[in-house]
């Protein structure tokens, strides 16, 4: 495993944990210890790396979609971190206002996984060209779409849940949830259109 790897996966790990931190605090969700999880995280994104690099000695693509994974753990904590920003703001949990705000920090995440993915996932070390930022505009537009539509169903058509509060529906629930679908769309079109090599 390359010590960057490794660096980079444990820093993951660390800000996801920040991140998280945050957002429990945001939706008044008191967990014993939440302090401990950046180091709990970073631990267990450095483990998973190094367990990831020996499987993708043999197969590329499970080195690759474990970089990913981290890089789209980061991305969601951004994502939830912003949207819960404005939600905090704006004392907005729903209707079109919601879904606003889940575009905007949609894009503030989609924008941090364009350079980790570039130069950390797919290693692709030449500078940017104006094709291939329309084919990641592209891939994250249809990415977007399909985010903002998946949470936007979930909060305003779904609605409330398990008896789950709004802030932790519209906070965490519903953009988790619309993240994984977002998730595979991204990967695929970033491995086989964005940066095929």
């Not at 944990?17 to 210890?33: C, T, W």
């Not at 779904?158 to 977002?182: D, H, R």
Request: charge should be positive; hydrophobic fraction near 60%.
């Amino acid at each position: 495993m390359k010590k960057i790897d490794a660096i980079l996966a444990a820093l993951i790990g660390f800000l996801d944990g920040i991140f998280f931190f945050f957002i429990l605090k945001n939706i008044e969700l008191d967990i014993p210890y939440a302090w401990f999880l950046p180091i709990v995280l970073a631990l267990l994104c450095g483990f998973g790396m190094f367990v990831a690099s020996l499987i993708g000695k043999k197969l590329l693509i499970i080195l690759q979609a474990a970089k990913f994974f981290l890089v789209g753990t980061l991305n969601t904590f951004i994502d939830l971190v912003v949207l819960n920003i404005l939600i905090w703001i704006s004392g907005i949990t729903s209707g079109i206002f919601y879904s606003v705000f889940k575009a905007i920090s949609f894009l503030v995440a989609t924008t941090n996984s364009y350079f980790w993915n570039k130069y950390w996932t797919f290693e692709k070390k030449e500078k940017s060209t104006p094709r291939e930022f329309l084919k990641f505009f592209m891939v994250t537009t249809v990415g977007l779409l399909i985010n903002v539509g998946i949470a936007s169903i979930v909060v305003n058509i779904i609605g409330l849940q398990f008896g789950l509060s709004e802030k932790i529906w519209s906070g965490a629930v519903a953009p988790i949830f619309a993240a994984f679908f977002a998730f595979v769309w991204n990967f695929l079109g970033s491995k086989f259109v964005v940066f095929k090599k």
